[in-house]
């Protein structure tokens, strides 16, 4: 089904992308294909659904973001739509999504907060609760990082 090439492609896609404005090429030049070779292929892997997602895993702690923090939203259902829009719209939130309601806990709107500071993320909390009109809403702060890692493929042996 896969070719050694094909699977020297996904070996290296799995990856960490390099930091460069070129990523795609500088793999390309280390399986010894070119950059418009290796897009074509992502692009059949795409179209097959061999890929379906490409994704970045953000360390915030490495680039700064100290205080992180998980914001749980008390959100009419009827407006959850409308509401998780503009949380998501907020440059400060990575994640925004809904979850369902269980006994004693009333919130069913989550986002993911990023900041310099408690402070910052306490500021974001109250501009998201202003634009939104949501008044009921908690702050819950991460404590560590936990491993951030993706499946893997066609590991080399």
Known sequence: MFTELDKRIIRELQEDLPLTSRPYKVIADKIGITEEELLAKVREFVDKGIIRRFGAALRHREVGFTANAMVVWDVPDEKTREVGAIMAGFPEVSHCYQRPRYP??????????????????????????????????????????????????????
């Not at 500021?123 to 491993?147: C, H, N, P, V």
Request: proline share 2%.
């Open 104 to 157: 004693g806990w009333p919130y069913n709107m989550f986002t993911m907060v990023h900041g310099l500071s408690k402070e910052e993320c306490e500021a974001t909390a109250a501009r998201i609760a202003e634009r939104t009109g949501i008044k009921k809403y908690d702050l819950l702060y991460s404590t560590a990082e936990l491993k951030k890692d993706s499946m893997k493929y066609f590991m080399e042996e």
